[in-house]
């Protein structure tokens, strides 16, 4: 795919790896529909990705909300024209063990309640459901031969911790595979990423310095991943039609 002049939509585009995605689509020529919750935090992402010489649009959207995800695919199109590409990165944690012990007792003193969980289903499984398939309603009806990219995670191989953030990225995973089959007709490609340990701002601002030496030990490559490592892999998949169907594991070689 041609990128320059292309229409992308990034959700959870607000910073950390939705702003690094939006600067790489945007400096390859596109014109970036970067949506999220905090609207001051979009305008920012705005000024940013326009200071670097590219085009942004914010549209602020709740994409676990069927109709902010229809609104936002149909306000890309009525403002560009077109929809090419859909990098569905949204997502939440809310992380905890299924059940807490107590080590003296051996009583349980505490679980995962279910508002952890729904909320991270919600968000990181029915939000890109809903804007995967409000993305594939705007490809088909404008003829774009688009792609999707679902943003997953290493944790959909099961991370401790988090049963509820691991359920919904091998949901995106499934996903993403099964939207490559159905969606190939129209000429629609589905392929995604699935993160390691990043080094986000917002996790290197909270982490202390002995837990980021430790998740550093477990990485293969020494170190976190950068943003624009990701952001330079989302734009290789749209870039080559031959990725499709698959999950690229950019993680440097961590396995959880």
């Given at each position: 795919?041609?990128?320059?002049?292309?229409?992308?939509?990034i959700?959870?585009?607000?910073?950390?790896?939705?702003?690094?995605?939006?600067?790489?689509?945007?400096?390859?020529?596109?014109?970036?529909?970067?949506?999220?919750?905090?609207?001051?935090?979009?305008?920012?992402?705005?000024?940013?990705?326009?200071?670097?010489?590219?085009?942004?649009?914010?549209?602020?959207a709740?994409?676990?909300?069927?109709?902010?995800?229809?609104?936002?695919?149909?306000?890309a199109v009525?403002?560009?024209?077109?929809?090419?590409?859909?990098?569905?990165?949204?997502?939440?944690?809310?992380?905890?063990?299924?059940?807490?012990?107590d080590?003296?007792?051996?009583?349980?003193?505490?679980?995962?309640?279910?508002?952890?969980?729904?909320?991270?289903?919600?968000?990181?499984?029915?939000?890109?459901?809903?804007?995967?398939?409000?993305?594939?309603?705007?490809?088909?009806?404008?003829?774009?031969?688009?792609?999707?990219?679902?943003?997953?995670?290493?944790?959909?191989?099961?991370?401790?911790?988090?049963?509820?953030?691991?359920?919904?990225?091998?949901?995106?995973?499934?996903?993403?595979?099964?939207?490559?089959?159905?969606?190939?007709?129209?000429?629609?490609?589905?392929?995604?990423?699935?993160?390691?340990?990043?080094?986000?701002?917002?996790?290197?601002?909270?982490?202390?310095?002995?837990?980021?030496?430790?998740w550093?030990?477990?990485?293969?490559?020494?170190?976190?991943?950068?943003?624009?490592?990701?952001?330079?892999?989302a734009?290789?998949?749209?870039?080559?039609?031959?990725?499709?169907?698959?999950?690229?594991?950019?993680?440097?070689?961590?396995?959880?």
């Amino acid at each position: 795919m041609e990128i320059k002049g292309a229409t992308v939509v990034i959700t959870g585009a607000a910073g950390g790896l939705g702003k690094a995605m939006s600067f790489a689509f945007a400096d390859a020529g596109a014109v970036v529909v970067i949506s999220d919750l905090r609207e001051d935090s979009l305008a920012a992402a705005v000024n940013e990705v326009e200071a670097r010489g590219g085009k942004a649009i914010a549209v602020t959207a709740d994409t676990s909300k069927e109709a902010d995800a229809e609104r936002l695919m149909k306000e890309a199109v009525s403002r560009t024209g077109r929809l090419d590409v859909a990098v569905l990165n949204a997502g939440i944690l809310r992380d905890g063990l299924l059940v807490r012990v107590d080590k003296e007792t051996g009583k349980v003193k505490g679980k995962l309640s279910l508002d952890q969980w729904q909320a991270v289903i919600d968000v990181n499984l029915t939000g890109v459901f809903l804007t995967g398939r409000e993305a594939a309603v705007q490809m088909i009806e404008t003829k774009s031969k688009g792609v999707i990219i679902p943003i997953a995670s290493v944790s959909m191989h099961g991370n401790p911790g988090q049963t509820n953030y691991s359920a919904a990225k091998a949901g995106v995973a499934a996903m993403t595979k099964l939207w490559a089959q159905e969606l190939s007709r129209f000429r629609i490609r589905s392929a995604g990423i699935a993160p390691g340990f990043i080094a986000t701002d917002m996790v290197m601002k909270d982490m202390k310095p002995d837990a980021l030496a430790k998740w550093e030990s477990v990485i293969p490559i020494g170190r976190l991943g950068k943003p624009e490592e990701i952001a330079a892999s989302a734009l290789f998949i749209a870039q080559n039609d031959l990725v499709n169907g698959v999950i690229l594991e950019i993680s440097g070689g961590v396995k959880v």
